[in-house]
């Protein structure tokens, strides 16, 4: 089995990249090649020749969404089995590779546990195992108003990965959730265990974080649901829907202050406990306004 893991290197995520190596460098199961992409970051081949990793490196510009694209055709065409995905500001259990390797062999996908680390984070966070029993079967209905798997704590066989991927539009900000949301519309189920574990950094330069709700970070959780549902309604008439009830919510934050004002509030104060992401993103009736 010819094991991928593919990640991203950009300027912002550099000061935990070192971290993201050694725990990639010190798993149980070392065979496996790490796809990396260097997004603009000086120092990327001088930090690697410090661990013992077989890693194929490629220069990529452009959207997280349109590097994503690429790099994953890139992978393909090298006659990867599975594909391991991992984010440069976090670091994982050493035998991540190795769990997600045997349960790849019964399943087309895994996700693994989050665990909070990081800026303002007493103390280490499960985000998951409250939410999902281990060896606990989710399908795309999961993951319909949120999501749990993330480039960071997923894996999936490269066999089961559907072109409409690459049709996912460029200036989209919730890549993974879209990724998956077309991976599990064929009636594909993704397996959740417990068994290894992601340490999901918390930064101030995170691109979503599960436990912020300032004003910007709810009005981009708006964002991120419409264009979500509406891309996605392109392929699955059900969202449909959905993509008009978040198009209209966008349009109304936009213009109304105080509608924007009473929103972000409704939201914090109707927040639940062991978010997903974009859990707390929620539609005007959900929140009774």
Same mark, same amino acid.
């Given at each position: 089995?010819?094991?991928?893991?593919?990640?991203?290197?950009?300027?912002?995520?550099?000061?935990?990249?070192?971290?993201?190596?050694?725990?990639?460098?010190?798993?149980?199961?070392?065979?496996?090649?790490?796809?990396?992409?260097?997004?603009?970051?000086?120092?990327?081949?001088?930090?690697? #020749?410090?661990?013992?990793?077989?890693?194929?490196?490629?220069?990529?510009?452009?959207?997280?969404?349109?590097?994503?694209?690429?790099?994953?055709?890139?992978?393909?065409?090298?006659?990867?089995?599975?594909?391991?995905?991992?984010?440069?500001?976090? =670091?994982?259990?050493?035998?991540?590779?190795?769990? =997600?390797?045997?349960?790849?062999?019964?399943?087309?996908?895994?996700?693994?546990?989050?665990?909070?680390?990081?800026?303002?984070?007493? #103390?280490?966070?499960?985000?998951?195992?409250?939410?999902?029993?281990?060896?606990?079967?989710?399908?795309?209905?999961?993951?319909?108003?949120?999501?749990?798997?993330?480039?960071?704590?997923?894996?999936?066989?490269?066999?089961?990965?559907?072109?409409?991927?690459?049709?996912?539009?460029?200036?989209?900000?919730?890549?993974?959730?879209?990724?998956?949301? /077309?991976?599990?519309?064929?009636?594909?189920?993704?397996?959740?265990?417990?068994?290894?574990?992601?340490?999901?950094?918390?930064?101030?330069?995170?691109?979503?974080?599960?436990?912020?709700?300032?004003?910007?970070?709810?009005?981009?959780?708006?964002?991120?649901?419409?264009? #979500?549902?509406?891309?996605?309604?392109?392929?699955?008439?059900?969202?449909?829907?959905?993509?008009?009830?978040?198009?209209?919510?966008?349009?109304? /934050?936009?213009?109304?202050?105080?509608?924007?004002?009473?929103?972000?509030?409704?939201?914090?104060?109707?927040?639940?406990?062991?978010? /997903?992401?974009?859990?707390?993103?929620?539609?005007?009736?959900?929140?009774?306004?």
């Amino acid at each position: 089995m010819n094991i991928a893991v593919f990640s991203v290197v950009h300027p912002k995520a550099f000061p935990y990249f070192k971290d993201f190596l050694f725990s990639l460098a010190t798993q149980t199961n070392k065979d496996f090649s790490l796809f990396l992409v260097n997004d603009g970051t000086p120092g990327v081949e001088e930090t690697i #020749h410090q661990y013992n990793l077989n890693v194929v490196l490629r220069n990529l510009s452009g959207t997280p969404s349109a590097i994503r694209k690429s790099a994953i055709e890139w992978i393909l065409s090298q006659s990867a089995d599975i594909i391991i995905f991992a984010d440069t500001d976090d =670091c994982f259990m050493n035998n991540r590779i190795e769990i =997600c390797k045997s349960n790849l062999l019964n399943y087309s996908i895994m996700f693994n546990e989050l665990i909070l680390i990081g800026d303002n984070i007493t #103390h280490a966070i499960p985000m998951l195992g409250k939410r999902f029993k281990n060896n606990e079967i989710i399908s795309l209905n999961n993951i319909k108003y949120s999501n749990c798997m993330g480039f960071s704590n997923t894996a999936i066989k490269t066999k089961v990965i559907p072109k409409s991927v690459f049709q996912i539009p460029d200036d989209i900000i919730a890549f993974d959730w879209a990724f998956f949301s /077309l991976c599990m519309q064929e009636e594909l189920k993704a397996v959740f265990t417990k068994q290894t574990a992601t340490y999901y950094r918390q930064h101030n330069d995170n691109i979503a974080s599960p436990q912020s709700f300032t004003e910007d970070q709810i009005l981009r959780g708006v964002r991120v649901k419409r264009d #979500h549902y509406r891309f996605i309604s392109r392929i699955d008439a059900q969202y449909e829907s959905l993509s008009n009830q978040f198009s209209a919510l966008f349009e109304k /934050l936009s213009g109304d202050v105080s509608f924007r004002n009473t929103y972000c509030e409704s939201v914090k104060d109707k927040t639940p406990q062991n978010l /997903l992401w974009w859990e707390s993103i929620k539609s005007l009736e959900e929140l009774a306004l």
